[in-house]
C-alpha cells in the first residue's frame, strides 16, 4: 500500500447539484489530513491535456451553493484510447500524484476502473448524476435537487394545464431508470408515470385517459420518462393519443438540462460533503476500485465494476402507489 500524500479530483460526464459541494468536502479532507490536492479542469480531457491546479480551502469557499462545477466537465474520446490514458498517467505521475477521486456517473467510472486496471493507479469513485441509475447507493448526487426541480416545474404546469382543460405530457430526464418519472409524478399527482421499466402500452394509457375524462377530469399530466417506448418519442405519443381526444387540447412539454441545474438541496448538500469525505479518507487507508454509497443512511462502499454493471431497481411498492393514486 503507497503512502498517499496527493490526490486529484475531477468531474466527468454530465454535471449534477452537488458536484461543487463534493469538490469542497475533497478539498478540505485533505487540507485537514494535511495532503495535497490537485483539481483537474475539464475531466478526463484535462488529465490528458496536463490541466492541473493546487487547490485547498479558499480554492473552493462560495460554492458549496453553486450547482455545476467549478472544475468543468468534458467528455473524452482521447481518454477511450490507449494513447490517451498513457498521456493521462504521464501527467498523474509528473505532478506526483497518488490517487484519483472521479465524481460523475457510470461512463466516468468505467474510464476510472479501466485506467486504474491498466496503471496500478488507485481510483475512488463519488457517484454524480441526477438519473440515480448506479448500483450500491440508494442516491446519487443531485438526484434529489433534480425531483424538486421537476416537481416545481410541473406545478406550475398543472395551473396551465387546469385553467386550459390541457392534457400536457412533461417529459423528465431518465435514459435507462424512471426514478425521476415515478418518484416526480408520484409527488404531483400525475395521471399516468410512463417508465423504461413498465411497459404499459398506448392502450392501457388510453384506457386510463378515457377513464379520467368519463369521472370528470377536465385536465391531466403525464409524466414521461425519455427513456419510455410507449411511443417513438413523447411528439409521437401525444400525436397517438390525440387522435383518441379530437376535443382534447394536448400539450407536451420536455424539460430538458433544467434538471441538471440550480443549487443543491439540503439533502444534496450533507450528501456530497460526507461521499467527499468518505472518499479521501478510504483512498488514505488504501482502498480503490470503490464507489462512495448511501444506503439506509450509512456511507458505504461499492466495487466500481458492480456500480457500473449492477442495476438499480424501482421499488415495486412506488408502482403501487401511483396506482392507486390514479384511481
Known amino acids: ?73 468534458a467528455r473524452s474520446n482521447a481518454f477511450k484510447t490507449k494513447e490517451g490514458r498513457v498521456r493521462a498517467y ?21 474510464g476510472g476502473l479501466i485506467f486504474q486496471n491498466e496503471f496500478n493507479f488507485p481510483v475512488i469513485g463519488i457517484p454524480g448524476t441526477i438519473d440515480n ?19 416545481e416545474a410541473i406545478d406550475k404546469i398543472r395551473d396551465t394545464a387546469i385553467s386550459h382543460d390541457r392534457l400536457f405530457f412533461v417529459e423528465v430526464m431518465g435514459r435507462d431508470a424512471g426514478h425521476i418519472a415515478l418518484n416526480s409524478g408520484i409527488a404531483v399527482g400525475a395521471q399516468e408515470i410512463l417508465i423504461p421499466e413498465e411497459n404499459v402500452g398506448i392502450e392501457e394509457l388510453i384506457d386510463s385517459l378515457k377513464k379520467s375524462k368519463k369521472a370528470g377530469k377536465t385536465s391531466s399530466i403525464v409524466v414521461v420518462a425519455e427513456g419510455d417506448r410507449t411511443g417513438e418519442n413523447v411528439f409521437e405519443l401525444a400525436k397517438s393519443v390525440e387522435i383518441e381526444f379530437p376535443n382534447y387540447e394536448i400539450r407536451v412539454s420536455v424539460l430538458g438540462h433544467m434538471q441538471r441545474g440550480g443549487s443543491p438541496s439540503c439533502f444534496d448538500r450533507v450528501l456530497a460533503s460526507r461521499m467527499g469525505v468518505k472518499a479521501v479518507e478510504s483512498l488514505l487507508k488504501g482502498d480503490s476500485g470503490k464507489m462512495i454509497g448511501f444506503e439506509n443512511g450509512n456511507i458505504k462502499l461499492t466495487p466500481l465494476a458492480t456500480a457500473i454493471k449492477g442495476k438499480t431497481k424501482i421499488d415495486p411498492e412506488l408502482i403501487k402507489v401511483s396506482q392507486i393514486m390514479n384511481t
Open 1 to 73: 500500500m503507497i503512502k498517499v500524500t496527493k490526490i486529484a479530483v475531477l468531474t466527468s460526464g454530465g454535471d449534477s447539484p452537488g458536484m461543487n459541494t463534493a469538490l469542497r468536502a475533497v478539498v478540505r479532507t485533505c487540507a485537514y489530513n494535511k495532503i495535497d490536492c490537485i483539481g483537474i479542469s475539464r475531466g478526463y480531457q484535462g488529465l490528458i491535456n496536463d490541466n492541473f491546479k493546487p487547490l485547498n480551502t479558499r480554492s473552493v469557499r462560495g460554492i458549496i451553493n453553486r450547482g455545476g462545477t467549478f472544475l468543468f466537465s
Open 90 to 110: 504521464e501527467n498523474l505521475i509528473k505532478h506526483k500524484v497518488d490517487a484519483l477521486i472521479v465524481i460523475g456517473g457510470d461512463g466516468s467510472f468505467t
Open 133 to 151: 441509475d448506479l448500483y450500491g447507493t440508494s442516491h446519487t448526487l443531485g438526484y434529489d435537487t433534480a425531483l424538486n426541480t421537476v416537481m
